[in-house]
C-alpha cells in the first residue's frame, strides 16, 4: 500500500465519523461505530517500512487521532463541538484537520503570549537542528556516547517543535482564513523549575492537553467520591504517566518491532511518583519555601536527562531504531542541502 492510498484512507475513515458516527447517540452505540476506525488507525503504521514514518502515524494518527476519536464518542474534546450544530462541508476540512493533527480551535486556546512563537526562535531551531543532525550522522562513531544521548535529547525537543511549525504552515496555506490554530508543542522545557513544571505546563503540551482529557479528568471524576478529592487526583495522575507509558512502548515496537522491555514504562512511572512526591512535598512546606529558580531549574532538567539517558533511550539504542531514523532523516538532509547548493550554484 504505497502513502498516498494511506493517506486517502485516513481522509475517508474521518469522512465515516464525521458524517456517519456524529449522527449516532453519544456513548456507547458512538464508540461501537468509531471501533473499526480505531482498530484500523491502530494497525496503520504496519504498512510502513520507513522507521520514520512509522514513528509520526503512530504519534499522530495511533495515539492522538484514537484518543481524540475515543473523546469523540461521549461528544467531548476538541471534535464534539464541531458536529453539535448542523453537519456542513465547510467544517469537514476542520474535522479532518483536527482529528489528524494537535489542533484545537481559537475560541479553545490557551493564551496568546504562550502560542505566539518569535520567527528567529524557529530559525534557530532549523540550524540547530541542521548542525546536530550532522554531527549524529556522519560522525557518530568519533562522538563520546553520553554527547551522543544528549544529542538526541535535543533533537527529539527540535523534531517535535519543527514538526508542527511546518504542519502550521501548511495548514494555514491550504486552508487560507481557517479558524484554526496549531497547539503549542512545547513551552520553552529548558526553563521548567520543578518537575511539574516540566510535564504539566512545559513539555510535549499535544499530549499533556490530550492525557488530561482521556485519563486524567475522568478517572478524577470517577475516583473521587470513592477515596476523596485528594486520592483521587495522586491515582489519577499516576495512570496519566502509566498510559504515557505504554503508549511509547507501542510507538517503538512499531518501529522496532520487537518486544517491549517496558523500560519506558519505567520511566514515565518513576516520573509520575516523583511529581506526587513533588507535589506532597510542596503541600507540606505550605509554598513557604522554595530553592531559586537557578537551582530547581538545572536540577529538573538534568533529572529527565539523566533518567532518560538509563531508561528511555536503551531501548531505542539496543534494537537500532536510532539509527534507521538518522539514516532516513539524513539521507533527505544531504539531498535537500545537495539540491540547495545546486540551486545556488545555478543562479549565482
Given at each position: 500500500?504505497?502513502?498516498?492510498?494511506?493517506?486517502?484512507?485516513?481522509?475517508?475513515s474521518?469522512?465515516?465519523?464525521?458524517?456517519?458516527?456524529?449522527?449516532?447517540?453519544?456513548?456507547?452505540?458512538?464508540?461501537?461505530?468509531?471501533?473499526?476506525?480505531?482498530?484500523?488507525?491502530?494497525?496503520?503504521?504496519?504498512?510502513?517500512s520507513?522507521?520514520?514514518?512509522?514513528?509520526?502515524?503512530?504519534?499522530?494518527?495511533?495515539?492522538?487521532?484514537?484518543?481524540?476519536?475515543?473523546?469523540?464518542?461521549?461528544?467531548?474534546?476538541?471534535?464534539?463541538s464541531?458536529?453539535?450544530?448542523?453537519?456542513?462541508?465547510?467544517?469537514?476540512?476542520?474535522?479532518?484537520?483536527?482529528a489528524?493533527?494537535?489542533?484545537?480551535?481559537?475560541?479553545n486556546?490557551?493564551?496568546?503570549?504562550?502560542?505566539?512563537?518569535?520567527?528567529?526562535?524557529?530559525?534557530?531551531?532549523?540550524?540547530?537542528?541542521?548542525?546536530?543532525?550532522?554531527?549524529?550522522?556522519?560522525?557518530?562513531s568519533?562522538?563520546?556516547?553520553?554527547?551522543?544521548?544528549?544529542?538526541?535529547?535535543?533533537?527529539?525537543?527540535?523534531?517535535?517543535?519543527?514538526?508542527?511549525?511546518?504542519?502550521?504552515?501548511?495548514?494555514?496555506?491550504?486552508?487560507?482564513?481557517?479558524d484554526?490554530?496549531?497547539?503549542?508543542?512545547?513551552?520553552?522545557?529548558?526553563?521548567?523549575?520543578?518537575?511539574?513544571?516540566?510535564?504539566?505546563?512545559?513539555?510535549?503540551?499535544?499530549?499533556?492537553?490530550?492525557?488530561?482529557?482521556?485519563?486524567?479528568?475522568?478517572?478524577?471524576?470517577?475516583?473521587?467520591?470513592?477515596?476523596?478529592?485528594?486520592?483521587?487526583?495522586?491515582?489519577?495522575?499516576?495512570?496519566?504517566?502509566?498510559?504515557?507509558?505504554?503508549?511509547?512502548?507501542?510507538?517503538?515496537?512499531?518501529?522496532?518491532?520487537?518486544?517491549?522491555?517496558?523500560?519506558?514504562?519505567?520511566f514515565?512511572?518513576?516520573?509520575?511518583?516523583?511529581?506526587?512526591?513533588?507535589?506532597?512535598?510542596?503541600?507540606?512546606?505550605?509554598?513557604?519555601?522554595?530553592?531559586?529558580?537557578?537551582?530547581?531549574?538545572?536540577?529538573?532538567?538534568?533529572?529527565?536527562?539523566?533518567?532518560?539517558?538509563?531508561?528511555?533511550?536503551?531501548?531505542?539504542?539496543?534494537?537500532?531504531?536510532?539509527?534507521?531514523?538518522?539514516?532516513?532523516?539524513?539521507?533527505?538532509?544531504?539531498?535537500?542541502?545537495?539540491?540547495?547548493?545546486?540551486?545556488?550554484?545555478?543562479?549565482?
Amino acid at each position: 500500500m504505497s502513502s498516498i492510498h494511506i493517506f486517502l484512507y485516513i481522509i475517508f475513515s474521518l469522512c465515516y465519523c464525521y458524517f456517519f458516527s456524529s449522527k449516532i447517540p453519544k456513548g456507547i452505540p458512538r464508540l461501537i461505530s468509531l471501533l473499526p476506525i480505531i482498530y484500523f488507525f491502530t494497525i496503520l503504521p504496519l504498512y510502513f517500512s520507513s522507521a520514520f514514518l512509522i514513528g509520526l502515524t503512530t504519534f499522530f494518527i495511533t495515539w492522538l487521532a484514537n484518543f481524540k476519536l475515543l473523546l469523540f464518542a461521549f461528544n467531548q474534546g476538541p471534535l464534539s463541538s464541531l458536529t453539535k450544530n448542523n453537519l456542513t462541508i465547510k467544517n469537514l476540512p476542520i474535522f479532518i484537520f483536527m482529528a489528524s493533527l494537535p489542533l484545537r480551535s481559537k475560541q479553545n486556546n490557551m493564551e496568546k503570549k504562550q502560542i505566539k512563537k518569535i520567527p528567529l526562535n524557529l530559525g534557530v531551531e532549523f540550524v540547530l537542528f541542521a548542525i546536530i543532525l550532522e554531527l549524529t550522522f556522519h560522525y557518530k562513531s568519533q562522538i563520546h556516547p553520553i554527547l551522543i544521548l544528549i544529542c538526541y535529547s535535543l533533537l527529539i525537543f527540535l523534531v517535535v517543535d519543527i514538526l508542527v511549525a511546518l504542519s502550521s504552515f501548511i495548514v494555514k496555506n491550504i486552508m487560507v482564513g481557517l479558524d484554526l490554530e496549531l497547539e503549542l508543542p512545547s513551552n520553552e522545557p529548558y526553563l521548567s523549575t520543578s518537575l511539574q513544571d516540566f510535564w504539566g505546563h512545559r513539555w510535549n503540551l499535544t499530549v499533556t492537553n490530550i492525557l488530561r482529557l482521556t485519563v486524567y479528568d475522568p478517572m478524577t471524576s470517577a475516583l473521587c467520591h470513592v477515596v476523596g478529592k485528594e486520592w483521587a487526583r495522586r491515582v489519577a495522575m499516576l495512570a496519566t504517566f502509566v498510559v504515557s507509558g505504554l503508549m511509547h512502548e507501542l510507538l517503538f515496537y512499531y518501529v522496532n518491532g520487537v518486544r517491549p522491555s517496558w523500560e519506558m514504562t519505567g520511566f514515565f512511572v518513576l516520573h509520575g511518583l516523583c511529581v506526587m512526591g513533588e507535589i506532597g512535598v510542596k503541600k507540606g512546606l505550605k509554598d513557604t519555601w522554595q530553592l531559586p529558580g537557578f537551582v530547581s531549574g538545572p536540577l529538573t532538567v538534568g533529572f529527565v536527562v539523566v533518567t532518560a539517558f538509563g531508561l528511555f533511550f536503551p531501548p531505542i539504542i539496543r534494537n537500532g531504531a536510532d539509527e534507521r531514523v538518522l539514516e532516513e532523516v539524513g539521507f533527505c538532509f544531504d539531498l535537500f542541502k545537495d539540491k540547495m547548493l545546486q540551486f545556488v550554484e545555478y543562479f549565482g
